[in-house]
C-alpha cells in the first residue's frame, strides 16, 4: 500500500461528507470507527471534546439530520494531506490540515472552520478510517452545526 492510496482515502471520506452522503462515508468507517472533535481554550486553558460518537452513534445522528433545524447551504471541505505514517500495528495515520466553507442558498462562501484531521487508517489494500479526529482552531462554528466538520 501507498502513502497516495491513504492520500485518497481522507479525500473520499471529505467528498463523502460534503455530499451528505452519510451512508457512502459510513461504508468508509471500519466497524470499531470513533469520530471526536476537540479544541484547545486558551480561557481555561485546557483541551475541550466537543463530540465523540463511534460509528452506531455517527449512523444515528445522520439518520436524525433531516429533523434538526440547520444552517442551509453546503459545506466543503479543502484537505491538504500533509503527514502519512504507517504505525507498528499495521495502521496508516494521515495528519492533514483543512478549510470548511459554508455557501449560503445566495452564493455567498465564508470559512466556517479550520482545523487539523488525524486520521487512522486500516493497513489494507482498500483502508478504512479507524478513527478521525478533529482539532479545530476555529472555536465558534454558530449554530446548526449538526454534521461531522
Not at 460534503?18 to 471500519?30: G, N
Not at 470499531?32 to 476537540?38: D, M, P, R, S
Not at 485546557?46 to 465523540?52: A, G, N, P, R, S
Amino acid at each position: 500500500m501507498s502513502a497516495e492510496i491513504i492520500r485518497g482515502a481522507v479525500h473520499r471520506a471529505c467528498r463523502q461528507l460534503d455530499a451528505e452522503d452519510w451512508d457512502a462515508f459510513l461504508a468508509l468507517c471500519a466497524p470499531g470507527f470513533v469520530y471526536q472533535v476537540t479544541a484547545f481554550s486558551p480561557e481555561i486553558r485546557q483541551e475541550m471534546i466537543w463530540f465523540d460518537q463511534d460509528r452506531d452513534g455517527l449512523k444515528a445522528l445522520f439518520e436524525m439530520v433531516p429533523q434538526h433545524l440547520r444552517r442551509i447551504g453546503t459545506l466543503l471541505r479543502h484537505v491538504s494531506v500533509g503527514e502519512i505514517d504507517r504505525l507498528p500495528d499495521g495502521s496508516w495515520q494521515a495528519v492533514s490540515t483543512f478549510q470548511c466553507f459554508h455557501t449560503d442558498h445566495d452564493g455567498r462562501s465564508h470559512i466556517l472552520a479550520v482545523g487539523r484531521y488525524t486520521d487512522r487508517l486500516t493497513g489494507d489494500a482498500s483502508p478504512l478510517l479507524l478513527s478521525r479526529t478533529t482539532r479545530l482552531e476555529t472555536r465558534d462554528l454558530g449554530v446548526g452545526s449538526h454534521v461531522p466538520i
